[in-house]
């Protein structure tokens, strides 16, 4: 049975989803690929104590924190890519970001390639399921530009800017109120 669960943040509504005790979702209501993982039939549920956790670590990230989210139980569904992918996510640290080619160079070394697409590692960024905690929107194409974000690139801009990171004219300049440059 998944259970769901609204929180009300600063960019619009976000729907929580948990199975078995687990977070399997984190959607703004409305963005692409919403729901897209979730084949089961949907009962809402504000008591679960998963719900309860996210919503204190999304509050406290709300409020400016840099809360670890290495305590919230998450189980995103997706393929052996898309979890190793999802993986070096969660490894970019708050207020930093990273590129596309990047995360293939990471991916293609761990798996003994010459080279992996970067476009291949853009799709499985696109469907992360959990958003903000597996902080995709902090990937950004190679020359800093602001390539995309499932919730809307003005979403990706304003969560960039809680973090610290300067954004003009779509592309990543660097960080505030840190001493050297992304």
Same mark, same amino acid.
């Given at each position: 049975?998944?259970?769901?669960?609204?929180?009300?943040?600063?960019?619009?509504?976000?729907?929580?989803?948990?199975?078995?005790n687990?977070?399997?979702?984190?959607?703004?209501?409305?963005?692409?690929?919403?729901?897209?993982?979730?084949? %089961?039939? @949907?009962?809402?549920?504000?008591?679960?104590?998963? &719900?309860? +956790?996210?919503?204190?670590? =999304?509050? !406290?990230?709300?409020?400016?924190?840099?809360?670890?989210? %290495?305590? @919230?139980?998450?189980?995103?569904?997706g393929?052996? &890519?898309? +979890?190793?992918?999802?993986? =070096?996510? !969660?490894?970019?640290?708050?207020?930093?970001?990273?590129?596309?080619?990047?995360?293939?160079?990471?991916?293609?070394?761990?798996?003994?390639?010459?080279?992996?697409?970067?476009?291949?590692v853009?799709?499985?960024?696109?469907?992360?399921?959990?958003?903000?905690?597996?902080?995709?929107?902090?990937?950004?194409?190679?020359?800093?530009?602001?390539?995309?974000?499932?919730?809307?690139?003005?979403?990706?801009?304003?969560?960039?800017?809680?973090?610290?990171?300067?954004?003009?004219n779509?592309?990543?300049?660097?960080?505030?109120?840190?001493?050297?440059?992304?």
């Open positions: 049975m998944v259970y769901t669960t609204k929180y009300v943040s600063p960019l619009g509504d976000i729907l929580l989803a948990e199975r078995n687990a977070l399997i979702g984190l959607w703004f209501t409305g963005q692409k690929y919403f729901l897209s993982s979730l084949r %089961e039939e @949907l009962t809402p549920c504000d008591d679960r104590p998963v &719900f309860r +956790q996210t919503k204190q670590w =999304l509050s !406290r990230y709300f409020a400016g924190e840099k809360p670890s989210a %290495e305590g @919230l139980p998450i189980a995103p569904a393929s052996e &890519f898309q +979890q190793a992918v999802w993986r =070096l996510l !969660r490894k970019i640290p708050c207020g930093e970001t990273t590129s596309y080619g990047k995360l293939a160079k990471t991916i293609a070394a761990e798996r003994g390639l010459a080279s992996m697409s970067a476009q291949a853009g799709g499985a960024v696109g469907h992360n399921p959990i958003s903000i905690i597996i902080p995709c929107h902090r990937v950004v194409g190679t020359d800093g530009s602001l390539t995309g974000y499932a919730g809307g690139v003005d979403k990706k801009i304003r969560l960039l800017a809680l973090e610290g990171v300067e954004v003009r779509g592309i990543v300049t660097g960080r505030r109120n840190t001493e050297g440059h992304i």
